[in-house]
């Protein structure tokens, strides 16, 4: 059985040969993991046979970038939607928001007219050249964009986004929907020009520790229609859809499951994820991605990674519906011989 295959079962929830896998090391952890085994000319894709391929463009105001300040240690720079941002160069971390060229109503409708699709949005030669090889190697294909809530909030500022919820919600929303339209246009592009997608699949943060951001009721008003959109040219065309957030989501999911997302990951266990009681809850209506927690991989107690592995994906792969993946992304202090045990940990107990 090919990842295609694997994967399309995973989401139609039935059972396939084993469970699928995927995962996403960081870029520190990827360095260390050469300097103790993975190989040189091998990736962790590669070398661990993760079944997901990624394509995807740009969403972005497409504003000039400029460097502000560089120093051994860090980049400030403007990105494309304006924002200041502080990014570490010798260690993984979420960039520093320091300040933001949309802070107003006003400065959004001046610079709303660029987001609309247009051709310097996608790298046609690369993306389409590398989608047609993965998809005949048998991969399964995703078309990613990074929209919604996550979006506004490094545009704009994650306090003006959760204030403007409440004082301005139809700006925000028109917000969410302008990208949304945006990336649902160049789904549709992208699939017009012959890409092939397995699955669309939206990276949209909801969450923190044991909370959403916004109560149901508000994702429902404000940010559901534009994921809905965002679905749209997928679902028309029978292709799933999968929803990354990071962050507690359990109170969001039946609303997730009503906007039309067939899987959703990374179900953080630090953050308050029960992944084993979704699945009880709701695991005849979405698939789940997920759900390892990281902390127990680098725990110096192998008994405690065994633990982790054992009592979830064999309850999880049951019926079909899971993917195997961990809580987040893997950290560097995970070591190569650790995430070694973990991949032989889900090969045995991950056969059907």
Same mark, same amino acid.
């Given at each position: 059985?090919?990842?295609?295959?694997?994967?399309?079962?995973?989401?139609?929830?039935?059972?396939?040969?084993?469970?699928?896998?995927?995962?996403?090391?960081?870029?520190?952890?990827?360095?260390?993991?050469?300097?103790?085994?993975?190989?040189?000319?091998?990736?962790?894709?590669?070398?661990?046979?993760?079944?997901?391929?990624?394509?995807?463009?740009?969403?972005?105001?497409?504003?000039?970038?400029?460097?502000?300040?560089?120093?051994?240690?860090?980049?400030?720079?403007?990105?494309?939607?304006?924002?200041?941002?502080?990014?570490?160069?010798?260690?993984?971390?979420?960039?520093?928001?320091?300040?933001?060229?949309?802070?107003?109503?006003?400065?959004?409708?001046?610079?709303?007219?660029?987001?609309?699709?247009?051709?310097?949005?996608?790298?046609?030669?690369?993306?389409?050249?590398?989608?047609?090889?993965?998809?005949?190697?048998?991969?399964?294909?995703?078309?990613?964009?990074?929209?919604?809530?996550?979006?506004?909030?490094?545009?704009?500022?994650?306090?003006?986004?959760?204030?403007?919820?409440?004082?301005?919600?139809?700006?925000?929303?028109?917000?969410?929907?302008?990208?949304?339209?945006?990336?649902?246009?160049?789904?549709?592009?992208?699939?017009?020009?012959?890409?092939?997608?397995?699955?669309?699949?939206?990276?949209?943060?909801?969450?923190?520790?044991?909370?959403?951001?916004?109560?149901?009721?508000?994702?429902?008003?404000?940010?559901?229609?534009?994921?809905?959109?965002?679905?749209?040219?997928?679902?028309?065309?029978?292709?799933?859809?999968?929803?990354?957030?990071?962050?507690?989501?359990?109170?969001?999911?039946?609303?997730?499951?009503?906007?039309?997302?067939?899987?959703?990951?990374?179900?953080?266990?630090?953050?308050?994820?029960?992944? +084993?009681?979704?699945? &009880?809850?709701? /695991?005849? #209506? $979405?698939?789940?991605?997920?759900?390892?927690?990281?902390? %127990?991989? @680098?725990?110096?107690?192998?008994?405690?990674?065994?633990?982790?592995?054992?009592?979830? +994906?064999?309850?999880? &792969?049951?019926? /079909?519906? #899971? $993917?195997?993946?961990?809580?987040?992304?893997?950290?560097? %202090?995970? @070591?190569?011989?650790?995430?070694?045990?973990?991949?032989?940990?889900?090969?045995?107990?991950?056969?059907?």
């Amino acid at each position: 059985m090919n990842s295609r295959e694997r994967v399309k079962l995973a989401l139609e929830l039935k059972e396939a040969d084993r469970i699928a896998i995927h995962d996403s090391p960081w870029g520190t952890t990827i360095q260390r993991w050469h300097k103790e085994g993975l190989p040189q000319d091998k990736s962790p894709t590669e070398y661990f046979g993760y079944e997901f391929r990624g394509f995807g463009g740009d969403n972005s105001l497409q504003l000039p970038r400029q460097v502000l300040e560089e120093t051994d240690e860090y980049v400030i720079a403007t990105n494309s939607d304006g924002a200041k941002m502080k990014n570490w160069k010798h260690m993984t971390s979420t960039p520093e928001l320091i300040g933001f060229t949309i802070k107003t109503k006003e400065a959004w409708e001046e610079n709303k007219p660029r987001m609309v699709m247009n051709e310097s949005r996608v790298n046609w030669e690369s993306q389409i050249n590398s989608n047609k090889k993965a998809y005949q190697d048998d991969y399964f294909c995703t078309l990613n964009f990074g929209p919604g809530f996550t979006k506004i909030c490094d545009m704009v500022g994650p306090e003006n986004t959760l204030i403007n919820m409440m004082t301005e919600p139809d700006w925000v929303k028109d917000m969410f929907m302008t990208d949304a339209q945006l990336c649902a246009d160049m789904a549709e592009e992208m699939m017009g020009r012959g890409m092939k997608f397995d699955a669309g699949w939206i990276f949209d943060d909801l969450g923190f520790r044991d909370h959403s951001f916004f109560p149901p009721e508000t994702y429902k008003e404000l940010l559901m229609p534009a994921h809905m959109l965002i679905c749209e040219p997928f679902k028309s065309r029978g292709i799933p859809m999968i929803l990354h957030s990071c962050g507690y989501t359990m109170e969001l999911i039946p609303l997730i499951i009503e906007a039309g997302f067939d899987c959703i990951q990374p179900l953080e266990v630090k953050a308050g994820n029960d992944m +084993l009681k979704l699945k &009880k809850d709701y /695991g005849n #209506y $979405i698939a789940f991605m997920g759900g390892i927690d990281v902390r %127990n991989m @680098s725990s110096p107690n192998s008994d405690d990674i065994m633990k982790e592995i054992s009592t979830k +994906l064999p309850f999880m &792969k049951k019926g /079909g519906g #899971y $993917i195997y993946h961990s809580d987040h992304s893997v950290p560097d %202090n995970v @070591s190569f011989q650790q995430y070694c045990r973990v991949m032989e940990l889900v090969a045995e107990y991950g056969k059907y």
